[in-house]
């Protein structure tokens, strides 16, 4: 289960290991973009914390990631800025009027978030987007918790599921945005999506070492 | 990096300010935000509304196709970004006169999202919308994939024939038919010599040797289809015609409108260099200029370049294009 | 050096046979010289003709303000040369419509000679002639000797306000009237940031470092008052105005028409910064802004910077600025 | 006496000359110009060469350097194109109908050609331009041959009070054309146009080695 409180300190890492990842991300993407994705994601970040620090989560945790969700796009509209603040949008739908956050309810919300990105996107598995990371990772989360794993262990085969999926990717073409230009150029080269995927990822599994953190 | 600017991250903001105290009967922002651009004298009563919509840094695209008989409005973003639905919506809301609004704008993923987000919360407001993406750029993707191809320089053309449809009393049906025919016989290529370098960047988007240059580049910066040696004037606008004309449906006796289109940073001298080959290759053709625009229509910062773009008319087209249109960046006058 | 050209040598010529070809209703060659330029509807009935001249490189200077309300004629030289007189003579013949003509140009040594030489032989032709030299360069010479200084961007005000006199059928000395007191109420000075480079000799015109300026520069490169790191676009448009300012006969609530023009490969979005601070520095003085004008005007190739003209109205000049005119690089609407 | 074949060559000795120093002249030009007296002044040489080709002096010496002053002005269009062009032709003015030039007649035409260039260029002497080698040496040359010197003792003046003259005016500022504009910095720089009238100068009189040369 998850609080507000815990929700508050996730979002926090995600973000600042994000911020960590900025010229990372310049740099893969300008190799098959137009080299902006850690721009923007520290545009996307930054709001967030912003927002998480004007508006902390209270009661209604979905009603608070669909404000997230605002604020992420308008703070970074690029295609990667506008697919995350649908993705906390979706997501937070699924959490209306909700205080805290089980796993069976986090896998709903993931699958929700891969499902609104595909379709706003207009993109699936194998084009070689932030989805190949997302829908791996989502559905191996789901049957964890439908298997009944523990927390841990879910959260576990989530990460790896992430981490390959941005691994394959890599071996893909690219076959929208702007690296579909350049489509077979992009084969052997990660997509930045996938590794801003994995980092927020990163960010929210990190057991920090302040109180409060270890039943996540 | 050689600017004339204040704080990089103000660049977008300025110019847009700028703009609106150099031409305050043309422009307004809708609620003081200098993103949403309108007309000054929008909405039009009885006239179906067209905006568009993109990064800053190419002007006059796009915001310098608001005015009399051309666009309503445009939600511009940040250098090279897409604005935000919310702005879209903004400027959709201001412009909307009753008869609906036509989105017209370039094919990148940013945009669409933004677009499509602002598309539907139009919808639950009442206000119906129509989506054209244009799709000119021949070096992007191979005719089969037209549908995966950059928006360039010839959206000017999609903004001038369905402005004058709009004007000239079309619906919103007829007006989309417009904006789809007129970029169906639209094709565009460019070339690049120098990069463009984003204020907050500090760095160019790319790099080319002193002696090279590349063919089919993207108005960011994105690879094109051949890089070499830089070539004469004549041999470039030979390769960039001849591609143009491969792709489009074009018969002998056919009748164009040009546009010769530099890329920021290329003196006027060397766009009409390339214009008087193309003119003299499509005379070889049997094809008739109607309308030669050569100048600065869609831009990349200061990018050194050109880009070719032809429009393929018929009389209806022809017509729509000799309809008068004011802005304070782009003329028609009859 | 990166052009799109061919051969060097050929650059001029070539740029002029692209124009011809791009705007055959508007422009056309005198005897098949390419570098005598004049209006296809000239000589114009009862009109008194304007001709202007001077090197190639400046587009849209020279030949781009021959048409409709602004100039008649034009005599154009090799990259930054002057034409001949002879060239001179074609043009004034054919624009000749027995009201005079106004010789109409920049202080530069070698345009004087040769249009001086014009001028005596279309006397002893019974042409009658006027000449008026623009000097509108405040960095290049003080007030006190200011018809030592150079013509740069003000020409096009003297173009705009000469021609409409013209047109509303001023006589000959009424037109050298108006071009005259428009010169006297205008005022440029310029900005480089980069050179430019003479096709033929493939060698900048000059050379400032990564992170400098120079002011007060000439438009072919001629040494300028003050070269330093480059400032803000703030404190740019500062130093600009302050100067102009200071030498213009002005007074508090003035009315003005402003320019500020690019010099070849600097990127309009640059320009609409410049103007911003001119503009609110303007309404601290209670200047107001009547027009303002925000492109390239007057270029060197693809030199980088820009210049800032101010031209100072009151009723007449405000009525013949507002006069409608057009060519096909420049329009005046009501 | 200056024949009509002399006076081909001695043209020819001097546009040769002046091919010769184009570079310097740029490179003078430069500093205190615009960077083109070499390249205009190619130009004109060109020009002129080809017409002595096209169209050798004949009967009329006055007609054929009138000629030779308008090719020059049309193919230099520069000031300096212009006023050389101005030079020739109202020299040639006073030598209508003529078909050897004589020494008096020489002096008189170099006279005129220093006038019309000061009425054309409304520069004076002290201004910093081939004024101030023209007109000194012109009125050495006149002065000598009315004091009765020999040809080969007022040629030598001749060439002397023109370099004397262009060293002087090395030490001026520029008072016209683009220099004017940098005034004080012209001062210790060579002025391009006397540097021209100088090599034309050192041509016209050099002792070409072919036959007909020596009594010039
Ligand atoms: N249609 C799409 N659907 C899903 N993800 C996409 C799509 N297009 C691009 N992406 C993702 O967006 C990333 C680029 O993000 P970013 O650089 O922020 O946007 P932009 O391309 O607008 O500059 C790509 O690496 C890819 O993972
Ligand atoms: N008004 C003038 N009268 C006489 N000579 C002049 C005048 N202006 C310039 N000159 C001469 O012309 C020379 C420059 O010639 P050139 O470079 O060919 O012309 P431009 O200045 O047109 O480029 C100067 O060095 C000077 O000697
Ligand atoms: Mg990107
Ligand atoms: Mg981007
Ligand atoms: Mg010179
Ligand atoms: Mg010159």
Same mark, same amino acid.
């Given at each position: 289960?998850?609080?507000?409180?815990?929700?508050?300190?996730?979002?926090? !890492?995600?973000?600042?290991?994000?911020?960590? /990842?900025?010229?990372?991300?310049?740099?893969?993407?300008?190799?098959?973009?137009?080299?902006?994705?850690?721009?923007?994601?520290?545009?996307?970040?930054?709001?967030?914390?912003?927002?998480?620090?004007?508006?902390?989560?209270?009661?209604?945790?979905?009603?608070?990631?669909?404000?997230?969700?605002?604020?992420?796009?308008?703070?970074?509209?690029?295609?990667? +800025?506008?697919?995350?603040?649908?993705?906390?949008?979706?997501?937070?739908?699924? $959490?209306?009027?909700?205080?805290?956050?089980?796993?069976?309810?986090?896998?709903?919300?993931?699958?929700?978030?891969? /499902?609104?990105?595909?379709? !706003?996107? !207009?993109?699936?598995?194998?084009?070689?987007?932030?989805?190949?990371?997302?829908?791996?990772?989502?559905?191996?989360?789901?049957?964890?918790?439908?298997?009944?794993?523990?927390?841990?262990?879910? /959260?576990?085969?989530?990460?790896?599921? $992430? !981490?390959?999926?941005?691994?394959?990717?890599?071996?893909?073409?690219? /076959?929208?945005?702007?690296?579909?230009?350049? +489509?077979?150029?992009?084969?052997?080269?990660?997509?930045?999506?996938?590794?801003?995927?994995?980092?927020?990822?990163? +960010?929210?599994?990190?057991?920090?070492?302040?109180? +409060?953190?270890?039943?996540? | 990096?050689?600017?004339?600017?204040?704080?990089? %991250?103000?660049?977008?903001?300025?110019?847009?300010?700028?703009?609106?105290?150099?031409?305050?009967?043309?422009?307004?922002?809708?609620?003081?935000?200098?993103?949403?651009?309108?007309?000054?004298?929008?909405?039009?009563?009885?006239?179906?509304?067209?905006?568009? =919509?993109?990064?800053? =840094?190419?002007?006059?695209?796009?915001?310098?196709?608001?005015?009399?008989?051309?666009?309503?409005?445009?939600?511009?973003?940040?250098?090279?970004?897409?604005?935000?639905?919310?702005?879209?919506?903004?400027?959709?809301?201001?412009?909307?006169?009753?008869?609906?609004?036509?989105?017209?704008?370039?094919?990148?993923?940013?945009?669409?999202?933004?677009?499509?987000?602002?598309?539907?919360?139009?919808?639950?407001?009442?206000?119906?919308?129509?989506?054209?993406?244009?799709?000119?750029?021949?070096?992007?993707?191979?005719?089969?994939?037209?549908?995966?191809?950059?928006?360039?320089?010839?959206?000017?053309?999609?903004?001038?024939?369905?402005?004058?449809?709009? %004007?000239?009393?079309?619906?919103?049906?007829?007006?989309?038919?417009?904006?789809?025919?007129?970029? %169906?016989?639209?094709?565009?290529?460019?070339?690049?010599?120098?990069?463009?370098?984003?204020?907050?960047? =500090?760095?160019?988007?790319?790099?080319?040797?002193?002696?090279?240059?590349?063919?089919?580049? =993207?108005?960011?910066?994105?690879?094109?289809?051949?890089?070499?040696?830089?070539?004469?004037?004549?041999?470039?606008?030979?390769?960039?015609?001849?591609?143009?004309?491969?792709?489009?449906?074009?018969?002998?006796?056919?009748?164009?409108?040009?546009?010769?289109?530099?890329?920021?940073?290329?003196?006027?001298?060397?766009?009409?260099?390339?214009?008087?080959?193309?003119?003299?290759?499509?005379?070889?053709?049997?094809?008739?200029?109607?309308?030669?625009?050569?100048?600065?229509?869609?831009?990349?910062?200061?990018?050194?370049?050109?880009?070719?773009?032809?429009?393929?008319?018929?009389?209806?087209?022809?017509?729509?294009?000799?309809?008068?249109?004011?802005?304070?960046?782009?003329?028609?006058?009859?």
């Amino acid at each position: 289960m998850t609080t507000a409180n815990q929700l508050a300190r996730a979002i926090e !890492r995600a973000c600042h290991k994000v911020l960590e /990842q900025r010229d990372t991300l310049n740099t893969l993407d300008a190799a098959l973009g137009d080299g902006d994705s850690g721009l923007t994601a520290e545009k996307g970040a930054q709001a967030l914390l912003e927002y998480l620090h004007q508006t902390p989560p209270e009661n209604d945790l979905g009603q608070w990631l669909d404000g997230a969700g605002k604020v992420y796009s308008r703070a970074a509209p690029s295609t990667m +800025g506008a697919l995350v603040g649908v993705a906390l949008r979706s997501a937070g739908q699924q $959490a209306i009027g909700v205080t805290t956050l089980t796993m069976p309810l986090l896998a709903k919300m993931l699958l929700e978030a891969d /499902q609104s990105i595909q379709q !706003r996107g !207009r993109a699936k598995p194998g084009d070689k987007t932030i989805i190949d990371a997302l829908h791996p990772a989502a559905t191996a989360f789901a049957a964890a918790i439908e298997r009944g794993e523990t927390p841990s262990v879910a /959260q576990h085969e989530l990460l790896e599921a $992430a !981490r390959q999926g941005r691994d394959h990717a890599r071996t893909l073409r690219s /076959q929208v945005g702007r690296a579909g230009w350049i +489509g077979e150029r992009t084969e052997g080269l990660l997509d930045p999506g996938t590794v801003l995927f994995v980092t927020m990822l990163e +960010g929210v599994l990190e057991k920090p070492a302040t109180i +409060g953190s270890n039943h996540a | 990096m050689k600017k004339i600017m204040n704080r990089p %991250e103000a660049f977008a903001k300025e110019v847009l300010e700028g703009i609106y105290l150099a031409h305050p009967r043309w422009l307004e922002p809708v609620d003081n935000d200098p993103f949403c651009v309108v007309s000054a004298n929008a909405p039009i009563e009885q006239k179906v509304a067209i905006i568009t =919509g993109g990064g800053s =840094g190419h002007l006059p695209v796009f915001l310098g196709y608001v005015g009399q008989g051309m666009l309503d409005g445009c939600a511009a973003g940040d250098v090279f970004q897409s604005p935000t639905s919310e702005q879209i919506m903004a400027v959709t809301r201001r412009v909307h006169a009753g008869r609906g609004v036509l989105y017209l704008y370039g094919n990148y993923g940013g945009d669409i999202m933004n677009f499509d987000m602002a598309a539907e919360t139009a919808a639950d407001e009442g206000i119906q919308i129509r989506t054209v993406l244009v799709q000119d750029d021949v070096a992007s993707a191979p005719n089969e994939r037209a549908q995966r191809r950059r928006g360039v320089a010839g959206m000017v053309f999609a903004f001038k024939l369905a402005g004058a449809s709009a %004007e000239l009393g079309g619906d919103l049906e007829e007006v989309t038919r417009v904006a789809q025919k007129t970029l %169906e016989n639209t094709r565009t290529m460019g070339v690049g010599l120098a990069p463009c370098t984003l204020p907050a960047a =500090g760095q160019p988007t790319f790099t080319l040797e002193d002696n090279e240059m590349e063919l089919g580049i =993207g108005i960011h910066g994105e690879r094109g289809v051949r890089r070499g040696q830089i070539e004469p004037a004549d041999q470039i606008a030979e390769a960039l015609l001849q591609t143009l004309l491969a792709d489009l449906p074009i018969k002998a006796k056919a009748r164009v409108a040009v546009m010769v289109n530099g890329l920021g940073a290329t003196p006027l001298e060397e766009l009409y260099i390339l214009y008087r080959r193309v003119h003299a290759l499509l005379g070889e053709h049997q094809i008739e200029v109607h309308r030669a625009l050569v100048g600065e229509y869609a831009t990349s910062l200061e990018m050194a370049g050109a880009s070719l773009t032809l429009l393929l008319l018929d009389d209806e087209l022809t017509r729509l294009l000799d309809h008068p249109a004011q802005t304070p960046f782009f003329t028609v006058t009859t």
